[in-house]
């Protein structure tokens, strides 16, 4: 078996075992890099000097029994919204060109801890506004399965890059469905946990009260151990939960009998493409024969999520983006004529059309004699869509559905159209508004052979459940779907 079609786990045990070196893992991996980012673009920032060098450093602490965990030496990408010292860090935006930080977020830091070596950054939608990774201001990134199409977004390059082996595993974050999307369009797999599970600090704030870091991975099992180690309490965060338990390998158990397992029956309705829906529910009927006890429900209030969502997100991006003005760092206008004018042409010139459309929609629902009638609402609608979940898992399990609506789309077929990108993100915004996890695994392929995604949710807190029921279907029917 070649080595980079190892999982992260795999790769791990051989590192321990003495069977291969770091650095010939890190450099198969930039000699995959080489022969297919041309293609691809997965990468905003790459930094192979560095990589080489924690290479060596880890292969040491590996020789000396010090780094002993799963991940030491395992090459990982990080999603370009999150903090890294020393290393540039854009948002793939023209705003934050240059920005390079003086620290490095939590999440990062742990898995440095963990030993795991970054190779670079990864491409997203700038400021994680959007579902294709074409909003960048440096180009698209495509799909590895089929590069005429998108690899989702925003989060599109971690899923792109884990999928054409780039790396082996990545970090993105999670606004309204941006790991998992994108890990439906490329056929890997990605876990957004319960709100306040991994550290926001070091990730640039799109929408403070619906961001999460989260895994990319190639299976089940690298998701739940990457998310062991990057999840715990943190000070610096004042969002940061005290978890009891995040010991989530341990729900690594193929064994679904007797689990209650609903499917929302306004999940299958209009707007969901016929195969993806025979996929979801062939997905179901494994878990049905494995001992698992399946039925449809009426879940309510769907209608409701992409309208609540937009406005949140929204109104938060547009307090979280004021601070990038021209004045303390990033991009600022050459020409101007007074301080209004330098923070005019320089928010301008930095951010792009969709960045400006959420931004003017935020501060219009913001704004006087609009906040009752549209901020307010939203916030109203938000707790009602999170009590109607909270009715639905005190009676299921899980809640089993299709990640999104389709198959990865054609590059250009939704850009055009704002509103059928924000439709897209319809199964998998209601997670975070109501700070539920979720993952995406692959269940089968389209006519074109285009990845379809299988999304479960689970309870706050109850990321063990949701990642038994994934990997349990992953052991049964998951090696012939990919």
Excluded: W
Aim: glycine share 10%.
């Amino acid at each position: 078996m070649d080595i980079l079609d190892l999982t992260a786990v795999e790769l791990g045990k051989k590192l321990q075992a003495g069977e291969v070196k770091v650095r010939e893992v890190v450099e198969a991996v930039f000699a995959q890099i080489e022969q297919s980012e041309a293609q691809i673009f997965a990468y905003v920032t790459l930094d192979k000097e560095y990589a080489l060098r924690e290479a060596e450093r880890v292969q040491a602490g590996i020789d000396r029994g010090e780094l002993t965990g799963p991940l030491a030496g395992v090459p990982v990408a990080i999603k370009d919204n999150i903090c890294t010292a020393g290393m540039r860090t854009t948002c793939s935006s023209r705003i934050l060109e240059n920005f390079v930080p003086t620290y490095t977020a939590e999440a990062v830091k742990r898995l440095q801890d963990a030993g795991a070596v970054i190779i670079g950054k990864t491409n997203m939608d700038e400021f994680a506004m959007g579902s294709t990774t074409e909003t960048s201001a440096f180009g698209v990134t495509r799909n590895p399965v089929n590069p005429e199409h998108v690899p989702g977004g925003s989060s599109g390059g971690s899923c792109a890059a884990v999928a054409a082996r780039e790396c082996y595993f990545a970090l993105g974050s999670d606004t309204g469905g941006s790991i998992r999307q994108p890990s439906s369009f490329c056929g890997v797999t990605g876990i957004k946990p319960t709100y306040g599970t991994v550290s926001r600090y070091g990730l640039i704030a799109y929408g403070s009260s619906l961001d999460q870091i989260g895994p990319v991975g190639k299976d089940v099992t690298d998701c739940a151990v990457i998310l062991e180690a990057i999840a715990a309490h943190d000070e610096k965060d004042s969002t940061s939960l005290i978890r009891e338990e995040t010991d989530f390998t341990s729900a690594l158990k193929a064994d679904v009998k007797g689990m209650r397992i609903g499917i929302p029956k306004d999940y299958l309705g209009e707007g969901l493409d016929e195969e993806v829906k025979q996929a979801v529910l062939a997905a179901a009927a494994v878990l049905e024969e494995a001992g698992a006890i399946v039925e449809e429900f009426d879940l309510s209030l769907t209608e409701y999520a992409i309208p609540a969502y937009y406005t949140i997100a929204s109104a938060e991006a547009s307090s979280n983006l004021a601070r990038f003005d021209g004045v303390k760092y990033g991009y600022r206008a050459k020409d101007y004529e007074g301080l209004h004018q330098m923070y005019k042409k320089s928010r301008s010139q930095g951010f792009g059309s969709e960045v400006k459309r959420r931004i003017l929609l935020g501060s219009f629902v913001l704004s006087s004699g609009y906040y009752d009638a549209y901020y307010l609402k939203a916030l109203r609608t938000r707790a009602l869509i999170q009590q109607a979940f909270d009715r639905a898992f005190a009676k299921y399990d899980v809640i089993l559905g299709p990640t999104a609506p389709t198959t990865a789309p054609r590059i250009g077929e939704t850009l055009r159209d704002p509103l059928k990108m924000y439709l897209g993100d319809i199964y998998t915004i209601s997670a975070n508004l109501a700070g539920l996890p979720g993952i995406s695994l692959p269940c089968g392929k389209d006519h074109r052979g285009l990845p379809i995604g299988l999304q479960l949710m689970a309870g706050c807190f109850e990321e063990k459940k949701m990642i038994r029921v994934a990997y349990t279907y992953e052991q049964l029917a998951g090696k012939t779907v990919r």
